[in-house]
């Protein structure tokens, strides 16, 4: 920290990434990446015609992305918002729609990204505890007096709440934005854009990054009502209009005229999902039900934290989050076949060589 830093930064929490280990090639399950390439329409997007018009700015409206984007979600594009990843849109959804006397609620364990931008914006945040089973409970999130957060499916946990019981949210809370954080909704949950024509406070975030196999080219947007879509706008026109750079538009629009490659991968992505869960049931994990490309799990005579640490000297690196009430789970991101062999059977084997039972 330098003595010139504004003093209302020194005390801020930063973010704190899954680990991307530039050495040592790990089985990767730690940030839910794809473990498949993206569509050969994504792959042959950039030209060199396309690189040499790198001398140009890129499109601030991003107009030619948010047409397809706009027609593969029945929409129009006047109701999509593009930005340089979904963390970006979320980051400006606190700045719009909190502050002041206006606080952010979220649940206690969600996306470690959310108190961050409460906390950069000076939003401040109200942590509704998940029930038991580490499921959302609806009535928590009704008639409250501020932006409301929530992923669905939720990160790290998997569990998906229902359209319905979104919209009971949604409804009863008429004052203020209810964000819906779609990152991991391509993988079993209903999404909630078709309320967007229903609901003028209800904003739906999704990114390119996790299934659709992109998460490098950071590219995120939102579904909503114009008036929301324009507040998005005032922002990223206020800070940095081209921040969707023109290579990753031009795979951006690529990707949406080859749905069927991804839909396919996503189907894959379910099918190794449940086949790992079923593994690991049998080895007496309990883990959550997932609609997401990953899953939380946990076992009895397991450390989550000597696990993580056991698995990542083996290759194999998984996420652990060190929170009192998931300190005994690690989130693992579903991967190809083989690279979940791989995982259980390391697992496997750490479990029959039974010294990973001290809970710390
Ligand atoms: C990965 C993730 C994001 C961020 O996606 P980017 O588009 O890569 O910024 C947003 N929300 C949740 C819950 C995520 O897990």
């Known amino acids: 920290m330098s003595r010139y830093l504004n003093p209302k930064y020194e005390t801020l929490a930063v973010y704190t990434p899954g680990e991307q280990p530039q050495g040592r090639q790990y089985i990767k399950l730690n ?3 794809s473990p498949f390439p993206p569509s050969k329409e994504v792959l042959s997007a950039i030209s060199s015609a396309a690189l040499a018009d790198l001398r140009l700015y890129s499109d601030p409206e991003c107009v030619r992305l948010r047409a397809k984007l706009a027609a593969a979600y029945d929409t129009t594009p006047e109701h999509v918002f593009v930005s340089n990843g979904s963390d970006d849109i979320l980051n400006f959804a606190f700045m719009a729609f909190a502050g002041g006397e206006v606080p952010a609620y979220f ?3 969600t996306y470690g990204f959310y108190p961050v931008f ?3 914006s000076g939003v401040r945040c109200v942590e509704l505890p998940l029930l038991e089973d580490f499921s959302i409970s609806v009535p928590d999130y009704c008639g409250k007096d501020g932006l409301i957060v929530i992923a669905n499916p939720n990160a790290p946990t998997g569990i998906a709440l229902s359209r319905d019981e979104l ?3 949604i409804k009863s809370n008429p004052d203020h934005v209810v964000v819906v954080d779609e990152a991991y909704v391509d993988f079993g949950a209903q999404s909630c854009v078709p309320l967007t024509w229903k609901y003028k406070n209800l904003l739906v975030v ?3 990054s996790k299934s659709r196999c992109m998460a490098g080219a950071r590219l995120g947007f939102a579904i909503g009502t114009a008036e929301l879509i324009a507040d998005l706008n005032r ?4 800070t940095n209009p081209y921040n969707v750079n023109r290579l990753t538009l031009l795979c951006g629009e690529a990707a949406i005229d ?3 490659y991804f839909r396919a991968r996503q189907r894959e992505i379910m099918q190794i999902r449940g086949e790992t869960m079923v593994a690991l049931q049998k080895m007496g994990f309990t883990v959550l039900q997932s609609e997401a490309n990953f899953i939380f799990m946990t076992h009895p005579s397991a450390d989550g934290g000597a696990l993580y640490r056991e698995l990542k000297a083996r290759g194999v690196l998984v996420r652990h989050f060190d929170k009192a009430r998931i300190r005994q789970y690690n989130r693992v991101t579903i991967g190809t076949r083989g690279q979940m062999s791989v995982f259980l059977t390391e ?3 750490l479990l029959e060589r039974g010294d990973l039972h001290e809970k710390q």
Request: charged share 30%; proline share 4%.
């Open 107 to 109: 649940p206690d364990v």
């Open 118 to 120: 409460a906390a950069l």
């Open 31 to 33: 940030t839910n990446e």
């Open 206 to 208: 999704m990114t390119f």
């Open 258 to 260: 080859s749905d069927g």
């Open 235 to 238: 922002l990223k026109y206020a």
């Open 167 to 169: 919209e009971t949210i």
């Open 347 to 349: 697992t496997k084997k």
